[in-house]
C-alpha cells in the first residue's frame, strides 16, 4: 500500500537553499538577483500536505522557478563551454534519476484495420516525463530515494483519420505520480533491462532499449500496445543518433546539448511499429507503421552560455521577451530517411510570420548500418493561425494563437564536413485541427501529426511527422494563471 509523506517543509527548506544561490548572482543593477514571485511559491510549497493536488501545485513550482528549478541536481558539466560528460550506451539508455527534467517521447504514424475491417490512419503522441522537487543534499537529508523525489506523467493523445478524411482527437486523462504522496513510479537503474513507469502506464525494453513496448492504461477511454523494432536499413545498436552540438567529423552530434541547458539528447527515426490500439469504441490493427523516439535530459542552469552566472535569469517579462518557447518537428520521408529541426519564439513574433530553424538534421542510412546526420538550418514559415483555450476544455480561459501550419524553404548544410547536395522545401499541414493539451505545471502545448509534401519530390519524397508548439502562451499570461491555481483562485484550490 502506497503512503503519502509530509514534504511542505523540506521543500521549502529546498526553496530557501535556491533562494540563496540565485541572490549570489549580481544583477545589470547591481543588486542580488530575486526568484520573481518567491513569496507566493514558498507559501504555496507550504501547502504541499494539505492540497488536494500536491502533484500539480510541485509541478507549477517547479516551472516558475524558470532556469533555477535544477539547481542541487546533478548537472551535465562543462569546462568553460565544453562538455565534461560523454554518453555511454548502453549506459545512458536510462532515466538518471538525480539529475532534473527528462522525458521519452514518441511519435507514430500507422495504417490501422478496426474491428470491423475497415481500413484508416491512426497517430500516437506519447510523451512519460520526469522532474525533480528537491536537490540532492535534501533527498540526503530526508532519506528519500531518487524515486520518490521525482515527479512524473505520462501524456497520450491519439489522433484517428479514415479513409474518406474524417478525423478524432484524443487525450490520456490526467496520470500524474509523485511516490512521496502516495504516487506510484518507477525507471531502471544501469545494468537493468530499461523500464520507465508512470501508473499503469509504461515504456519497458532490454538493455539496449529496442525493442521497446508502450503500454499506455486509460480505462474505456484509451488503451496502447505497441512495440518498436529497428528498421532493416539499420543494425539495432546503432539505430539512433546523437542529436545535440554538431560533432567534429560531419556525422551528426555530440549527444550533449550545451549552456545555458546542458543535458543529454539522441533519437531513434523510422522504428518500425506493431501491436493494438483502442480509443473511441473501436479496437485497431496494426498494420504498419512508422515512429520516432527522442531521449532528452534538458535541465536549467543559471550559468549562461559561456559557463559563468547569468545575470539575466529572469529576463522573460512582457516587456522584454514576451514569448519564450520553440516549434520543433520531424519527418520519417517514404524513402526510408528522416530529417528534424527547431526554431525558437524569444521575443515578440516576427510580422513575416518566418521563425529561423537555427537547428536541425537530416538523416539517411549509410553503407554501415547506421545514420548518416548532416546539421541543417533554414526557414519555417507558420501559416493558419488558430487559438486555442489555455486550458483544453475550458472556454473562458484565455486563448493562446498557434499556427498549425508550416512550409520549409531551402532547409541546408552550413558546414563544409556536412554537405546535403539538395536543399529541402515543402509544407506541412496537420491531420486534425486540435493537437492541444495541458502540461503538468498547466502550460499550453500543441502535437499535430501532419503530412509533408515535397517540393521537390524527386530528391527528398513525402513523408509524415508531427509539428510540436510550446512557449506560444504570453510569459506574463501563464504565469498570473500558474500563480492563481497556488493561490486557490482557480480549480478550486482553497486549502
Known amino acids: 500500500m502506497r503512503t503519502s509523506q509530509n514534504v511542505a517543509s523540506a521543500i521549502q527548506e529546498y526553496l530557501e537553499d535556491v533562494k540563496s544561490k540565485v541572490a549570489a548572482i549580481i544583477d545589470s543593477n547591481g543588486n542580488p538577483t530575486q526568484i520573481p514571485n518567491y513569496d507566493d511559491l514558498y507559501e504555496a510549497a507550504g501547502k504541499l500536505d494539505t492540497t488536494e493536488n500536491p502533484m500539480r501545485f510541485m509541478n507549477i513550482i517547479h516551472s ?100 474518406s478524411g474524417d478525423t478524432c482527437y484524443f487525450r490520456r486523462g490526467t496520470n500524474e505520480q509523485w511516490p512521496l504522496k502516495g504516487g506510484g513510479s518507477s525507471f531502471s537503474t544501469v545494468g537493468e533491462p530499461f523500464s520507465f513507469k508512470v501508473g499503469p502506464d509504461s515504456f519497458t525494453g532490454s538493455k539496449n532499449v529496442l525493442p521497446l513496448r508502450l503500454v ?66 473501436h479496437s485497431y490493427k496494426v498494420n504498419s507503421g512508422t515512429g520516432w523516439i527522442d531521449h532528452q535530459l534538458m535541465m536549467t542552469s543559471i550559468l549562461d552560455s559561456q559557463g559563468k552566472p547569468d545575470p539575466q535569469l529572469f529576463a522573460e517579462t512582457s516587456k522584454n521577451r514576451p514569448y519564450n518557447g520553440w516549434l520543433w518537428q520531424y519527418y520519417n ?55 486555442f483555450p489555455s486550458i483544453c476544455g475550458n472556454s473562458h480561459t484565455t486563448p493562446v494563437t498557434i499556427p498549425i501550419k508550416r512550409g520549409y524553404s531551402k532547409l541546408k548544410s552550413v558546414n563544409n564536413l556536412q554537405l546535403l547536395e539538395c536543399p529541402i522545401s515543402g509544407q506541412a499541414t496537420p491531420w486534425c485541427k486540435d493537437g492541444s493539451f495541458n502540461n503538468p505545471d498547466q502550460s499550453l502545448c500543441t502535437e499535430f501529426p501532419a503530412d509533408f509534401v515535397s517540393d521537390t519530390p524527386e530528391d527528398h519524397p513525402n513523408g509524415v511527422g508531427y509539428l510540436e508548439s510550446v512557449g506560444f502562451e504570453k510569459v506574463d499570461q501563464y504565469r498570473s494563471y500558474a500563480l492563481g491555481v497556488l493561490k486557490g483562485f482557480v480549480l478550486g484550490e482553497t486549502k
Open 333 to 387: 520521408l517514404e524513402n526510408g530517411n528522416s530529417f528534424t529541426g527547431a526554431g525558437f519564439l524569444q521575443g515578440s513574433m516576427p510580422a513575416n510570420h518566418i521563425i529561423k530553424m537555427v537547428y536541425g538534421y537530416f538523416l539517411e542510412p549509410n553503407e554501415q548500418k547506421e545514420w548518416k546526420a548532416t546539421f541543417i538550418m533554414g526557414d519555417l514559415r507558420l501559416e493558419d493561425p488558430q487559438n
Open 64 to 163: 516558475l522557478l524558470g532556469r533555477a528549478g535544477n539547481i542541487g541536481s546533478k548537472t551535465i558539466s562543462f569546462d568553460g563551454k565544453v562538455p565534461e560528460y560523454y554518453l555511454k550506451f548502453p549506459e545512458d539508455h536510462r532515466m538518471h534519476g538525480n539529475m532534473g527534467n527528462e522525458w521519452y517521447w514518441i511519435g507514430c504514424h500507422l495504417d490501422v484495420t478496426d474491428e470491423n475491417n475497415n481500413k484508416g490512419k491512426l497517430s500516437i503522441l506519447d510523451t512519460m516525463q520526469k522532474i525533480r522537487s528537491v536537490g540532492t543534499d535534501t533527498q540526503v537529508k530526508y532519506n528519500w530515494t531518487e524515486e520518490q523525489v521525482c515527479v512524473t506523467c505520462n501524456i497520450a493523445t491519439i489522433t484517428t483519420k479514415t479513409d
Open 216 to 281: 499506455v492504461d486509460d480505462g474505456d477511454n484509451m488503451q496502447i500496445d505497441i512495440t518498436f523494432t529497428n528498421t532493416d536499413k539499420l543494425n539495432l545498436k546503432t539505430s539512433f543518433f546523437r542529436q545535440g552540438s554538431p560533432g567534429k567529423f560531419g556525422n551528426g552530434g555530440t549527444g550533449i546539448t550545451s549552456l545555458p541547458t546542458p543535458g543529454i539528447y539522441y533519437s531513434w527515426p523510422q522504428v518500425n511499429v506493431t501491436g493494438t490500439v483502442c480509443v473511441g469504441g
